[in-house]
T-cell receptor, first 111, second 111 residues
Framework: GENVEQHPSTLSVQEGDSAVIKCTYSDSASNYFPWYKQELGKRPQLIIDIRSNVGEKKDQRIAVTLNKTAKHFSLHITETQPEDSAVYFCAATSGYSTLTFGKGTMLLVSP | ETGVTQSPTHLIKTRGQQVTLRCSSQSGHNTVSWYQQALGQGPQFIFQYYREEENGRGNFPPRFSGLQFPNYSSELNVNALELDDSALYLC??????????FGPGTRLTVL
């Protein structure tokens, strides 16, 4: 089955800095890669996703890149704000919506 | 908010007991996936139901079972509860192969 590794487990940045979270996956058949943000005590919320036919996708301050050959994908957050502080999860799936998640990255943005 | 609801929000059980968790999917969705999220970990896939049939199962023992009803709501049943079953249980509704929308979760504590 699919295995997703996520790094780092914690990330501390100053407000306005950029943050990068990296994930690798094992199943070359995986073709959909969402990123979720989970605030303390709340549900995971989709913030951006990418499909395997695309190398990069951007939505305002958030971007995701995908390298299918190397089987890794990354989340980039620019101009970080304190409200970006949360746990971020990457995930991968080869279909039927059964997601395999990474272990999460706790992002702390200090004012 | 996603329109996906779960009940109850919190539950305390003792070892050996049985529990039933419920999930109402978002209108128009025919697929429900269940995940177990232990503290400090990413969600782990339990199983998925599509049009009332199980459509994939993760690495969980048979004492984890489920149902999906004609209105696409779903139940997760866990028999013979163990201490390690303590976790946040998340359901997510979607169309098959579509974006998953998570409910708020049920926090289960097993004493």
């Amino acid at each position: 089955g699919e295995n997703v590794e996520q790094h780092p487990s914690t990330l501390s940045v100053q407000e306005g800095d950029s943050a990068v979270i990296k994930c690798t996956y094992s199943d070359s058949a995986s073709n959909y890669f969402p990123w979720y943000k989970q605030e303390l005590g709340k549900r995971p919320q989709l913030i951006i996703d990418i499909r395997s036919n695309v190398g990069e996708k951007k939505d305002q301050r958030i971007a995701v890149t995908l390298n299918k050959t190397a089987k890794h994908f990354s989340l980039h957050i620019t101009e970080t704000q304190p409200e970006d502080s949360a746990v971020y999860f990457c995930a991968a799936t080869s279909g039927y919506s059964t997601l395999t998640f990474g272990k999460g990255t706790m992002l702390l943005v200090s004012p | 908010e996603t329109g996906v609801t779960q009940s109850p929000t919190h539950l305390i059980k003792t070892r050996g007991q049985q529990v039933t968790l419920r999930c109402s999917s978002q209108s128009g969705h025919n697929t429900v996936s269940w995940y177990q999220q232990a503290l400090g970990q990413g969600p782990q896939f339990i199983f998925q139901y599509y049009r009332e049939e199980e459509n994939g199962r993760g690495n969980f023992p048979p004492r984890f079972s489920g149902l999906q009803f004609p209105n696409y709501s779903s139940e997760l049943n866990v028999n013979a509860l163990e201490l390690d079953d303590s976790a946040l249980y998340l359901c997510a509704s979607s169309l098959l192969q579509g974006e998953q929308f998570f409910g708020p979760g049920t926090r289960l504590t097993v004493l």
